[in-house]
């Protein structure tokens, strides 16, 4: 037997059954097809990009004698290279442009062939021009200050205190010379260890490079206050190895 229907009150319109043209809707009250779309789009659009996936750090450090640039001390067994980059495509791995601001990222890698341990912690590892310019290794802040306006580096003045406030160096700064920088000032036996250093060459004749090369004194073995010889690595041997390095050729 057919249930009965119980007939609508008086003034109300029957319920009709959605219109063929008009999507239903889910128990949240979204449209299927809007959230079709939503899902396409999500699709299509990239994931953001990270920097570990989009620029790879240097490859591995090779022993000091594999590179183009190096002085080695068969005596004391310890041979020390420079290997500079002064083009951005060739390490594209670092977070800010500093060829482009006139840093120099140089990796120097020190291969320690003997039995006991070397110290790097006093050392001083320079740049020398061919005018004999003698350039230390741009700290965080030299770097912070070349990189940033004056405005934002240099020291704030704060009216009626007389304190001056500095800013902080740039995290990515920071985060380069914590990837890419000396991971310990200690060179175990019979092991290589690498890392990028910065020359500001913005004001040096060009090209500064030539005739130029990375001098390294004060290395001496742990616990014994005797230096080894220092390092003298010419660049020009990297010159020569890169004919087509932009610094073999005058800038514009």
Request: charged share 20%; aromatic share 6%; net charge negative.
């Amino acid at each position: 037997m057919s249930p009965h229907r119980t007939p609508p009150p008086p003034g109300t319109a029957p319920a009709r059954a959605p219109h063929a043209s008009q999507p239903a809707r889910d128990h949240c009250g979204r449209h299927p097809l809007r959230l079709a779309l939503a899902a396409i789009v999500i699709l299509i659009l990239p994931a953001p990009a990270t920097h570990a996936a989009d620029k790879k750090g240097p490859e591995p450090a090779k022993a000091a004698s594999q590179y183009a640039a190096f002085d080695a001390h068969p005596d004391e067994h310890v041979t020390i290279a420079a290997d500079p980059c002064d083009d951005p495509k060739l390490c594209p791995f670092f977070r800010l442009p500093y060829i482009q601001h006139g840093l120099l990222p140089v990796r120097v890698v020190v291969t320690n062939d003997s039995d006991h341990a070397i110290s790097l912690a006093d050392a001083r590892i320079q740049f020398i021009s061919a005018n004999n310019d003698k350039i230390p290794a741009a700290t965080e802040d030299d770097i912070n200050r070349r990189l940033f306006t004056i405005k934002s580096a240099e020291g704030t003045k704060i009216p009626i205190i007389p304190i001056t406030i500095h800013h902080p160096v740039d995290k990515k700064i920071v985060q380069d010379d914590d990837e890419f920088g000396f991971a310990s000032s200690t060179v175990k036996p019979h092991s290589t260890l690498a890392g990028y250093l910065f020359y500001d060459i913005k004001d040096l004749e060009e090209p500064a490079l030539a005739h130029a090369e990375i001098y390294v004194k004060m290395v001496h073995p742990v616990g014994d206050g005797n230096e080894l010889f220092s390092f003298s690595i010419p660049f020009d041997k990297w010159l020569a190895a890169n004919p087509d390095a932009p610094s073999n050729h005058r800038r514009n």
